[in-house]
Structure formats: C-alpha cells, structure tokens
C-alpha cells in the first residue's frame, strides 16, 4: 500500500518502537500524528517529521477521536500503530501471601488492551469512509502491539501477559470484521527491545546486556528500528492480514 500523502497515527509515538515507526512512515510520505500522553518527547518528534501532536490517552474516547479527526485532516487515514503500552510487574499473590491489587490488573488491561480496541475501532470506523486505494478495495492497515510474554509470559506477568494474549485473541476477528470495508489488521509480538522501558545509564546497559544472552541469535535485544521494518512491512504488503508475527531473535521465554 502506498503511504504517499496518506494519514497514519501512532500511539505511543513518542519513545520507543512507535517513535521508530513513526519515522519510518513518514520516510514513505505519510503525514504521522503521534498520539502519546508524553507531551514534550511526542512534540519532539512530529515536529521533526513534519507531523502533528495529539495528547492522547488511548483508553480514552475522546482522547481517541480527537487523533483519529486531527489525522483525517491532513490525509485520508490509511494506517494506525497501536504501540502505546506499559507493564506492572505483581505476582499473583507476592512474597507476603497477599494478592496483587485488582486495580494493577485492571490498569493495565484498561491501558493496552482496551485502549489498542479503542484507537482501532475509531481508526477503522475513518479508514471505512475513505476512497479505496487499488483493485481490491483497500482503505488501510492497523499494527498492533502485542509481546512474546503474550505466549510465554514470565513471573510476575500475569497482568501484562492477559493484555498482550487478548490483542493477539482480537487480531484474527477484528480482521474478519474489518475484512468487509477492506482495511487490514495484524498484530506484532516483540522479544526483548532496546528501548527506554529498560531506563538509561551503566546499570540499564549492564542488565541489557545480560538479557541479550538469552536471546537465541543474535544474542543481543532487539532494536526500535528492527520491529519498525516489521511495522512497515506489513502495512504495506497488500496480502499480510490476521497474523500475529514474532519478531524476537528466536527466544522462548523462561519462567523468571
Ligand atoms: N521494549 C520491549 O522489550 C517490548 C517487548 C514486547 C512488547 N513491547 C510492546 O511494544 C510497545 C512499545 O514499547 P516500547 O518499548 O517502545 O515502550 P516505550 O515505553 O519506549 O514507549 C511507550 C510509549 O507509550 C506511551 N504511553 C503509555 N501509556 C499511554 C497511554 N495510556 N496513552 C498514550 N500513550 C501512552 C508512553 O508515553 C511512551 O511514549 C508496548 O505496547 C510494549 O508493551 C515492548
């Protein structure tokens, strides 16, 4: 699909795999809304590319509207990145016996389940109403976030693993659904990513480093700009649809 004077919004643009996404969208010509709470770095960002800010919580309806209007208006909409995401490590019931807040589970579920349906589904609704792109019907394309802990998710990752598992869960139906207005759905699952979830300065490189070794090959963590070819590779390869795709050096990984 050609991106070339199209819209397309990333949510959690401002850091990470969506800010490395973003760049590679508007390198092929898309005009990129960048729909993050963190205002300063999301500023940052879509002024270097030519695109536009959008403070956006993306469990929030509103919040969702505004990006999904604010992008229709530079460009008919033809892409969404749903890469905002957060975790809470909890055990089940910690060291004390005593169980993990319902309120840390709902949190994050609300935040990178929820919130992923909420951009999609308001995404999808603009895409529907745009003027198909080729033969086929086309409108658009939607990314999702999942993780490998969405598989194999680790101690302390019952929360984060049930959102991951249910955005994987949704990809196969949403595409069915969204199969009728020609707009399609994938979903990515990264491994171990170098990005700033893992905080900055020797102690971060030290414990990067040492995650790296249990990566199957290349022993390292995954870069930002790695998973955005995968981003960018299936919103643009006209057949790719329904899938949830690994993109994790081969890891499996274990309980703790
Ligand atoms: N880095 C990894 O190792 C890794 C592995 C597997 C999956 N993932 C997933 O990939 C996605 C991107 O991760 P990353 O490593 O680039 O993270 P990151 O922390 O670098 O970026 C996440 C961005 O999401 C934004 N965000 C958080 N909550 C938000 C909300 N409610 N509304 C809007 N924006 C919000 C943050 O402000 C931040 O800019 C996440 O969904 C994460 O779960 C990351």
Redesign the pocket.
């Known amino acids: 699909m050609n991106l070339e004077g199209a819209s397309a919004i990333v ?9 490395a996404s973003a760049r590679q969208l508007a390198a092929k010509g898309a005009k990129v809304v960048i ?4 205002e300063e ?2 500023q940052a960002v879509a002024s270097e590319l030519g695109g536009l800010f959008v403070k ?4 929030s309806e509103e ?1 969702g509207a505004a990006a999904v209007a604010a992008a229709s208006e530079m460009g008919p909409l033809r892409a969404l990145v ?6 809470a490590a909890a055990r089940t019931v910690d060291r004390n016996n005593q169980p993990m807040p319902q309120a840390t589970f709902d949190f994050v579920i609300k ?2 389940l929820m ?1 992923s349906f909420n951009m999609l589904r308001q995404s999808a609704a603009a895409m529907a109403q745009t003027e198909p792109v080729d033969a086929d019907g086309s409108r658009g394309a939607i990314v999702n ?5 969405a598989f194999d998710g680790q101690i302390g990752q019952a929360a ?1 693993s049930a959102s ?1 598992g249910g955005i994987v869960g949704m990809t196969l139906p949403i595409a069915r659904d969204l199969s009728a207005v020609g707009v399609r759905v994938n979903t990515i ?10 905080g900055e300065g020797e102690q971060s490189e030290k414990f990067k480093d040492h995650l790296g070794q249990s990566v199957l090959f290349p022993k390292r ?2 870069s ?1 700009e790695e ?1 955005a070819f995968m981003v960018l590779d299936v919103i643009t390869n006209p057949y790719m649809n329904g899938e949830t795709i690994r993109v994790d050096g081969g890891i499996r990984m274990p309980p703790k």
Do not use: F, Q, R
């Not at 956006?56 to 469990?59: L, M, T, W």
């Not at 699952?189 to 893992?198: H, K, S």
């Open positions: 949510t959690g643009g401002a850091s990470g795999i969506g800010e729909a993050d709470l963190n770095a999301g956006c919580d993306v469990s919040d749903n890469s905002a995401g957060l975790g935040v990178n919130g976030m999942a993780s490998a802990a984060y991951k699952a990264p491994g171990l990513i170098d990005t700033p979830i893992y963590l995954g930002a998973l």
